[in-house]
């Protein structure tokens, strides 16, 4: 890519932040992932797959709590444009000792986000999958505070002029 292509569409020509108008492009079908994970101790993981979490079911508040985020990501990243999302879903996984090549114990989340429009939706998928890890936590933060949230990343992400890309 050359310097000009890699320019911030987010910035003006004074530097100042903007949103970027995107009124003139065509509407078509655009698709992201994105995927998060958070580990914790294997008593944590085996009371959240076993539902005697204290506050209730993990699983079902983490997956509604993330499809919830990605409908109001435009309202936390202030340059979003809001989308009139098509697809919102989560997997959530367990991961149980010895199925990770660094031994951490844990919940993969991975986040589907579709929409027919004109600007991509990455940043929904993005969110949707950090909120919900962020749910896991707070659920389970009495029992377990020392849970890490990482590995947040854009898996993919199709549609629109720059086509698709994985990663």
């Not at 992201?32 to 085996?46: H, N, Q, R, S, V």
């Not at 919830?68 to 990501?73: D, E, G, I, N, R």
């Not at 999958?129 to 659920?139: H, P």
Request: hydrophobic share 45%; with cysteine; proline share 2%.
């Amino acid at each position: 890519m050359s310097a000009e292509q890699k320019q911030l569409t987010h910035i003006d020509e004074q530097g100042n932040a903007r949103m970027v108008d995107v009124g003139a492009k065509d509407d078509t079908v655009r698709l992201a992932k994105a995927e998060g994970f958070i580990a914790m101790a294997p008593d944590t993981l085996a009371m959240i797959v076993q539902g005697t979490a204290p506050k209730g079911d993990v699983i079902a508040a983490a997956r509604i709590a993330g499809i919830m985020a990605s409908k109001h990501t435009s309202d936390l990243i202030p340059l979003c444009h809001p989308l009139n999302i098509t697809k919102s879903a989560l997997d959530i996984t367990a991961i149980h000792a010895g199925e990770r090549e660094d031994g951490k114990v844990g919940i993969h989340v991975l986040a589907t986000l579709g929409v027919n429009g004109k600007t991509g939706i990455e940043m929904e998928a993005l969110t949707a999958a950090s909120v919900a890890c962020l749910t896991i936590y707070d659920m389970c933060k009495a029992v377990d505070r020392g849970m890490e949230i990482g590995e947040v990343r854009l898996l993919h992400k199709s549609g629109g002029k720059s086509g698709t890309w994985e990663r």
